[in-house]
Structure formats: C-alpha cells, structure tokens
C-alpha cells in the first residue's frame, strides 16, 4: 500500500467528503487522524473501521486549529475539507455567518497548512490538498462568505504551491460541484427562502441545473482524486484546481 507510514489528517471528516477521502487514504495505509463534529458512538465507530485517531477541534478558531495540529502530531498529507454554507441575500447576511464562514473555509487552511509545513519540509515529502468547490472560480448568488472563501482558498493554494515547489511538497484544490451530502441537503430550506421556490425547483432549476451531466457528484469520486494526487506520478502536480463539476465551469 502505498501511504504506508504516511499520516494523514483530514479537517471535516466526520462526514461526506472529508469521510470518503479518510477512507481511501486509510484503505491505502496511511495513519489517518480524523476531526469533525457527530455523536461520540459514531466517531468510535469511524475510529474502529479506519484504526484512526479522532480530533474534535472547532477550526473556526485559530486556538483550536493550533490544537489540533498539536494533537494530530507531524502530518505528510493535509487535506484542508472542514466547511460549511449559509445562503442568504447580501443584506439580510448575518455577519457572524460571515465572520465563521471565513474562518472555517478559509483561515483555518490558513493555519493547518503554516503548522503543518515545518515537518513537510524537513520530511523532503508532503501533500497539501483542498477541498474548494466549483464556487472557487464562479458565483452564485446568495451565497457571498462561502463564495470569497473558495475563492480565497484557491489563492492560498497557489501560493503554497510557489512557496513549497523546491521541497517536494504539493499543494491543489479539488473543486468539486454538488455533492449530495448533509451540507448540501441542509441548504435546500434556505435556498427555497431566498429564491421563492419548492424543493423540488431547488433540487431541478438550481442545484442540478448547473451541471451538465445532471448527477450529483459522489463524495468517493473526489476521494479517487484525493488519493491519486498523494502518488509520486502527481509529483509534478502543483497550484492546480480541479474541477469535478460535471461541465459546470466549461460554460
Ligand atoms: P458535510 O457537512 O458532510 O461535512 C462537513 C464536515 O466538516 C463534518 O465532518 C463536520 O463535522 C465538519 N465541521 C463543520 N464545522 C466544523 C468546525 N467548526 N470545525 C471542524 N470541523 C467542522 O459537508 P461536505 O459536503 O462533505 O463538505 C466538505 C467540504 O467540501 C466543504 O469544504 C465544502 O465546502 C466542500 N464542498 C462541498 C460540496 C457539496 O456539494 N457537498 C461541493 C463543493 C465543495
């Protein structure tokens, strides 16, 4: 297996996507280190199936990303997943959903990734992988925090990349489109709000209308992604953003 002796850390992985690419880091041998939020039995039962260890850091605190870096030990892959959404018109947008939207999707990438580099570097080996979203590199409307966020997110990648491309460590965003998990289905209610629509007019005139090829994206697709940009034939591999959007960005 190939991320023997590799740790792996996955931010937001208790669920959805972060879930499936623990899973296919571990199914390969890494010593993966989950963090997330979710029932006690749930998390050990994750923690039995995956031999993992679980860090239940909030991220949207510097305090608590520097926790969990503390707690996780050196890591030679990062993924930067943990996320979540508020749709709302820009007037009507709480600013402290603003404020913890920032500080999830894109501060604490910020934070993980500047802790986690000093092992990397010394190693000569890492992975800096992020979960973005099709919203790093277009917009919707209602959605103004997750929006600046991905797009933040992107810049932070590229940047790592330049910085860290002498030192055999590579750093990509994974952009994804919709992806039926919790964070998707729990922004259906707000949505229908903000537009004046059914949940089905969310489900066929909003989500799916902007994908092509009309599916969902499965959280093990951006897994399979996940896991080939971790292999010595990616190592070239750097400052890109992929997408996995069903046409969505070839507009
Ligand atoms: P999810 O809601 O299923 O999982 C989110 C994970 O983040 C959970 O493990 C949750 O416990 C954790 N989390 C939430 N708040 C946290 C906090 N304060 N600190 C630490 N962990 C926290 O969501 P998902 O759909 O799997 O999303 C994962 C990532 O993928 C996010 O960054 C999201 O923006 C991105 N993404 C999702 C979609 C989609 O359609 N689902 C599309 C593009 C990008």
Not at 4 to 9: E, F, H, S, T
Not at 87 to 100: L, R, S, T, Y
Not at 204 to 224: G, I, S
Request: charged letters at 15%; glycine letters at 8%.
């Amino acid at each position: 297996m190939f991320l023997n002796n590799k740790r792996a850390l996955v931010t937001g992985s208790t669920s959805g996507i972060g879930l499936a690419i623990a899973r296919a880091l571990a199914g390969e041998g890494a010593e993966v280190v989950l963090n997330g939020f979710g029932e006690q039995s749930m998390i050990e039962g994750l923690c039995e199936e995956l031999g993992a260890r679980h860090v239940g850091a909030d991220l949207t605190t510097t305090a608590g990303a520097e926790r969990l870096m503390g707690e996780a030990g050196p890591v030679d892959i990062l993924v930067n997943n943990a996320g979540m959404q508020h749709v709302a018109p820009v007037e009507a947008f709480p600013p402290e959903k603003w404020d913890a939207i920032i500080a999830l999707n894109l501060s604490s990438a910020f934070h993980t990734s500047r802790l986690a580099v000093p092992h990397m570097k010394a190693a000569g080996w890492g992975r800096i992988i992020c979960t973005a979203s099709a919203h790093s590199l277009t917009a919707s409307p209602f959605k103004i925090a997750y929006v600046s966020a991905k797009h933040g997110l992107a810049g932070l990648v590229k940047t790592l990349a330049l910085e860290l491309a002498e030192h055999n460590i590579t750093a990509n965003c994974i952009s994804p489109a919709y992806v039926w998990t919790p964070l998707v289905e729990q922004q259906i209610p707000d949505t229908m709000a903000a537009r004046g629509m059914t949940r089905e007019q969310v489900m066929n005139e909003v989500l799916l209308a902007r994908q092509p090829t009309r599916k969902f994206v499965q959280p093990e697709d951006v897994a399979e992604l996940a896991l080939f940009l971790c292999r010595d034939a990616a190592q070239n591999i750097t400052g890109a953003n992929y997408t996995i959007d069903g046409g969505w960005t070839a507009e």
